[in-house]
């Protein structure tokens, strides 16, 4: 089985995150930049399956030259290869434009299944599978718990707040998944000297014929205008009660538009 696994490199979900001043997008230049945790299950979710059912795993990322990082680590926990999409233009993409360059890509990689992982902790939309599998014209699987491969055959539980529901479809298809499917392994020291010598493939927009007015700024549906620091914890408000406390309450409540 031929899996892409899709790859985000984003900042670190643990410390600061701010937005650049010059064009209000994520600082990604000064910040402590990972995997995005989610993808870490999607990559494990493809190993599994791949030592089960033989096969190949590739990683996917779209990224600027220090993307390159991420991959190498993707590739350490046991992925054959990857594919880095990186073009100037990209910068600013919204997540329409995001998925056309990712479709795109996949259309070079002749997937069976494409794993993602079911958010990005910095974007946290959870439209880019959705997204990609109508571009491609294939079933989307989305938010599993569980996922089981049967031939061409794919079944997963999807993660609700109620419960799961059981959701089955045909490959090629894409499966988002949750941090519930399992447990990322972590790289060996001899994965990580592997993954050193590990075939990197780059692709630029000319490669995968789309234009550079599609994506960036140019391109994007949607676009940050301003933004602010979250203002700072107030004291609060205290309410003595001297036989009006209720109705102090209710007036405090309603201006704040509780009530």
Known sequence: MNIVVLVKQVPDSGADRNLRTDDNTVDRGSANNVINEMDEYAIEEALKIKEAHGGEVTVLTMGPDRATESIRKALSMGPDKAVHVVDDALHGSCAVATSKVLAAALGTLNADL????????????????????????????????????????????????????????????????????????????????????????????????????????????????????????????????????????VEFLATEKFV
Not at 188 to 195: E, L, P, Q
Request: with cysteine.
């Open 114 to 249: 494409v794993i993602c992982g079911a958010e990005s902790t910095d974007g946290r939309v959870q439209v880019m599978p959705h997204m990609i599998a109508e571009r491609l014209g294939v079933a989307a699987l989305t938010g599993a718990r569980k996922l089981t491969v049967d031939g061409g055959t794919l079944t997963v539980e999807r993660q609700t707040e109620e419960g799961y529901e059981v959701v089955t479809a045909s490959t090629p298809a894409v499966v988002s998944v949750w941090d519930t499917i399992n447990e990322p392994r972590y790289p060996s020291f001899k994965g990580i000297m592997a993954a050193k010598k590990k075939p990197v493939q780059t692709l630029s927009l000319g490669d995968l014929g789309v234009a550079p007015a599609e994506v960036g700024f140019d391109g994007a549906t949607s676009a940050v205008l301003e933004h602010s620091k979250r203002p700072p914890r107030s004291g609060g408000a205290k309410i003595t009660d001297e036989g009006e406390g209720g109705v102090k309450l």
